[in-house]
């Protein structure tokens, strides 16, 4: 059976995070007491079934012709489960998952396969933006290690060692896990603009009418720092906005947030997407900035930020074909020159 180059992960299906708050211990009591001769009749297999289906959660919205899903469900399992086929790898995010990222030394300690932020029409579901994992994992360099412009940095070097070791591997790739990622598009037509989201708008007090937020993965960069990915939605009276984030932390030595932002008025065919990267050399903070570091919600506020790329995507009048739109980028976006550089004092909270 195949296995993905993973570490620390249970060989069972894990709630994740946000499935854990709220879960309380069982009171003892008359249905209990049995528990032995329960489990008895349940083999390993069946525990497991039973822990992924109830960990999945999904919540869906539907407002003016706009339909929101968020799915939130397990980790990525470290063995192969094929469930009644063995024979049915399809059905195994493992397999899935070794196969489509073989050329990734290691993968993040955290992935969470099946969970995705779905924004679609609902008289065309085709046409539709999501975000997962695996979509935005394929970006990352499998080739290269991060060529970020530190300097000489113990920290670094020491962050960098960690990896290789933990994953028993000297060939080079991004570790970081950075992605440019920025959601699969279905079914609308993308063109380049220099339209920016209204960020006044969103600073209005409208009831939020649907909230939701997911992570797609982490990892703790073998005890030096935190890339991860997560995205989050919410609905207004007359307006939808999603942002995904990209978070990066080397202890002492880099800080970086990749953001793709969505906002869509409810009666218009048509959503901006604004994705933007901020970062800086941790010595080029300030005492205060650096105290928001671990904060990915406020340190994205005091990055400088290097590149923005907006998008404007169209629902074509009649219907179209399926078609997935290239990502905006491969390279590594570990070039700190600035490219198109703009004020982000326009920006506004999140
Ligand atoms: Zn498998």
Redesign the pocket.
């Known amino acids: ?2 296995t993905t180059a993973r570490r620390h992960l249970p060989t069972y299906c894990a709630l994740s995070r946000d499935q854990l708050h709220g879960i309380t211990p069982p009171r003892p009591n008359a249905s209990t007491v049995d528990v032995g001769a329960f489990a008895a009749r349940r083999n390993a297999n069946d525990v497991m079934d039973s822990a992924c289906k109830s960990a999945r959660v999904e919540e869906r919205f539907e407002f003016d012709g706009w339909r929101f899903v968020a799915v939130r469900d397990h980790i990525l399992p470290s063995l ?3 469930g009644d086929d063995p024979n049915d ?1 399809s059905a ?1 995010h ?2 899935e998952y070794g196969t489509e990222l073989k050329e990734l030394p290691s993968l993040p300690e955290m992935i969470f396969p099946n969970n995705t932020l779905t924004i679609s029409r609902c008289d065309d579901p085709s046409v539709s933006v999501s975000f997962d994992a695996l979509s935005a994992l394929r970006l990352v360099d499998a080739k290269h290690a991060p060529e970020v412009k530190v300097g000489p940095s113990d920290s670094w070097t020491a962050a960098r060692k960690g990896m290789d070791a933990l994953n028993n591997t000297l060939h080079p790739y991004d570790w970081t896990y950075t992605t440019n990622y920025n959601g699969s598009v279905h079914g609308m037509t993308v063109a380049e603009t220099s339209e920016r989201i209204d960020m006044e708008k969103l600073k209005r007090r409208e009831p939020i009418q649907f909230y939701s937020q997911l992570t797609l993965f982490e990892d703790e960069l073998a005890d030096h720092g935190c890339a991860s990915l997560t995205v989050r939605l919410r609905v207004m009276p007359t307006s939808f906005f999603a942002l995904q984030r990209f978070y990066l932390r080397v202890d002492d030595v880099l800080a970086r947030v990749i953001d793709t932002r969505l906002y869509g008025e409810l009666s218009e065919r048509r959503i901006t997407r604004e994705w933007s990267l901020r970062e800086s050399r941790i010595a080029d903070l300030s005492p205060h900035e650096r105290e928001l570091v671990l904060d990915p919600n406020m340190l994205w506020t005091v990055l400088p930020v290097k590149q923005v790329v907006c998008h404007s995507l169209t629902i074509p009048s009649s219907p179209t074909s399926s078609s997935s739109h290239p990502p905006l980028s491969q390279q590594p976006s570990d070039n700190l020159s600035p490219q198109v550089v703009t004020s982000h004092s326009s920006l506004a909270s999140s």
Request: net charge positive; aromatic share 0%; hydrophobic share 35%.
């Open positions: 059976m195949a192969c489960r094929h790898r195994c493992v397999c």
